[in-house]
């Protein structure tokens, strides 16, 4: 007795297509692509982002600190000669920042070798570059950015920013007569 011929259509199909497979298990590939992309580029602006904001918030720590400690603290920052990265067209060197409580011997209001380091340097991950940086705290060797112990700052600072890979630009102010550190997009 032949099974096949009493069923109905809809019973005798039960199964997907080798077809119908392969079509489903690409759509899935395209889609996994793209996401897992677009997750990497999101990532990357995250720890980027993420690095600039650590730059602020040393700075408002070492304000703090000082208005606290009724002593002058600072931020020093410079490049990152061990960083070197391709970005808008030609090779950038990264950017590191340290904390210091500047001491009275040495030069008063920068850093320099008298002074007490708070917290090491600390590198900017996420391929951060700064490409146009004004401070009357300018040195050969970075910018020293110094807080009284009532809040002002002994410099000014305006820095652009950028993160390898991406258009975003922010732009880093501090006031010297508040001593407040202003973050833009």
Not at 58 to 71: D, F, G, K, M, P
Not at 124 to 145: I, Q
Request: charged share 20%; hydrophobic share 40%; with cysteine.
């Amino acid at each position: 007795m032949d099974l096949s011929s009493t069923q109905s259509p809809e019973t005798a199909r039960r199964g997907f297509t080798l077809l119908e497979l392969v079509v489903v298990v690409a759509i899935i590939g395209i889609a996994s692509g793209f996401a897992v992309t677009s997750w990497g580029r999101m990532q990357s602006r995250s720890q980027a982002r993420g690095s600039i904001e650590r730059v602020v918030l040393a700075l408002h720590q070492s304000r703090s600190e000082a208005v606290t400690r009724n002593r002058r603290v600072g931020v020093f920052a410079s490049e990152d000669t061990a960083v070197h990265f391709f970005a808008a067209g030609e090779t950038r060197t990264g950017y590191r920042f340290l904390r210091f409580s500047d001491s009275d011997s040495g030069i008063v209001g920068l850093f320099d070798p008298s002074d007490s380091i708070l917290q090491p340097w600390v590198p900017l991950d996420g391929k951060v570059f700064t490409y146009a940086v004004s401070s009357s705290g300018s040195t050969l060797d970075g910018v020293s950015l110094v807080f009284h112990a009532d809040g002002s700052c002994e410099h000014d600072l305006s820095a652009k920013m950028g993160i390898a890979g991406f258009q975003d630009t922010f732009r880093l102010s501090l006031l010297p007569a508040t001593g407040l550190a202003i973050l833009e997009e």
